[in-house]
């Protein structure tokens, strides 16, 4: 199992930046696919980006391709998302999600997910 905790959401004004954290714990960290996911209220989760478990595939959305960057640390065992030319729709809970990684692939759906943390919310202004 994996222990996923989230961290770096915070209120920024539209045009800034912001990048998460994920830390993990328990298993070999790279022995893990991982995304990032976000649900705004009253709107289902929706996938922003996945990474394979040794970082050589990345995937994104097209809403945030250009925009985001998802990285990944095994010797540190986090994940990152570095966040720039934040928008309004942009805001949303964003979700680190984790599960065992097959042939170094990347999962675009949350039912993929077996291990999910607890959220950070990231709020942008207009």
């Known amino acids: 199992q994996v222990q996923l905790v989230e961290s770096g959401g915070g209120l920024v004004q539209a045009g800034g930046s912001l990048r998460l954290s994920c830390a993990a714990s328990?298993?070999?960290?790279?022995?893990?696919?991982t995304g990032w996911f976000r649900q705004a209220p009253r709107k289902e989760r929706e996938f922003v980006a996945a990474i394979s478990g040794s970082g050589g595939r990345i995937g994104y959305a097209d809403s945030v391709k250009g925009r985001f960057t998802i990285s990944r640390d095994n010797t540190k065992n986090t994940l990152f998302l570095q966040m720039n030319s934040l928008k309004p729709e942009d805001t949303a809970a964003y979700y680190c999600a984790a599960r065992e990684n097959y042939y170094n692939s990347i999962y675009y759906s949350s039912p993929e997910y077996s291990y999910w943390g607890r959220g950070t919310q990231v709020t942008v202004s207009s």
């Open positions: 328990g298993r070999t960290f790279s022995s893990y696919a």
